[in-house]
């Protein structure tokens, strides 16, 4: 999914190309990809742009006379811009947003269509699509505290609830916790005023490291490698290679559809996380540290 980085990269490049332009015409080539009713698409056709913003993970397009365009790209969304007289990218395509100056194309990879648009009239109807948690960039450290105490839940759940925090999913959420050396998995209301100094610190460098990484990698172009797998990253995608820090294997733990990866020496003391599906499968055999897991692959090796 496409995060805070991502994002903003998108944004920076969509507002060089479409800035005061005219919307030419919407065209919604997956029936589900269209949520809303009102207003009709016509309503925004031959409107100009006036600006481009971000509410929590979605690109919101600003319109005159308070018309917005809100794309929600979930997990496998993407956007692909086409200067006049460019190929549309092809049967994966959702939606195109035509201007005086190229396309816009909705695109979803997968079977699976979750990436949504949403047409709304007004500031009071688009904040209904803005889930409310602090945009981390400008939150200082007593409300980003605020927040996370407001109830007991994972670091890694509460830095991905779109209610807490804007924009962090879960890559930079991995990448986050990583740099704070916190567990995934430890309790927002067990954090100390330091842990919580350390993971609001490593919050803001994270994403502003990424966000930088991305700008030079687009150079300017509109970025077509949008992805939350990368081999710079320490541990988020990188299950069984080694810790940039420690050297350690990188663990993880697989639920739903997302996953968490972490480095067990710098962030869990040295302890395994529990995997519910395979310690309820292994029951005593489950490696309880770093030593056991080694252990168990030596004995299996020989």
Not at 251 to 263: F, G, K, L, P, T
Request: positive net charge; contains cysteine.
């Amino acid at each position: 999914m496409p995060e805070l980085p991502d994002l903003t990269v998108y944004l920076e490049a969509l507002r060089v190309r479409l800035e005061g332009r005219r919307l030419e015409r919407l065209r919604f080539l997956s029936p589900f990809v269209l949520r809303s009713v009102t207003p009709p698409a016509s309503d925004l056709e031959g409107r100009a742009v006036v600006a481009l913003r971000r509410l929590g993970k979605r690109i919101v397009f600003e319109l005159a006379d308070e018309h917005f365009i809100v794309i929600h790209l979930m997990i496998a969304g993407r956007l692909v811009f086409r200067e006049v007289g460019g190929k549309a990218p092809g049967r994966i395509t959702l939606a195109a947003l035509e201007f005086d100056s190229g396309t816009v194309y909705l695109t979803e990879a997968g079977k699976k269509r979750r990436a949504a648009i949403h047409l709304v009239e007004g500031e009071a109807a688009l904040a209904t699509h803005d889930p409310g948690g602090l945009e981390p960039e400008t939150a200082d450290l007593t409300a980003f505290r605020a927040a996370l105490a407001a109830e007991s839940r994972t670091l890694k759940r509460a830095l991905t609830d779109p209610r807490i925090l804007a924009g962090i999913g879960n890559a930079y959420s991995d990448e986050i916790l990583h740099a704070a050396r916190l567990s995934p998995f430890a309790r927002t209301s067990a954090l100390t005023d330091e842990a919580s100094e350390r993971l609001y610190a490593a919050m803001r460098e994270k994403l502003r490291e990424w966000t930088e990484r991305l700008r030079r990698e687009t150079g300017g172009r509109f970025p077509d490698k949008v992805t939350a797998f990368r081999p710079e990253m320490a541990v988020h995608g990188r299950f069984g290679l080694p810790c940039p820090v420690c050297a350690t294997p990188v663990q993880r733990i697989v639920y739903a559809e997302n996953e968490a990866n972490y480095c067990p020496v710098c962030q869990t003391g040295g302890k395994l996380l529990a995997d519910r599906v395979l310690s309820r499968l292994l029951h005593d055999d489950w490696p309880r540290s770093v030593e056991e897991l080694e252990k168990k692959k030596s004995t299996a090796r020989e």
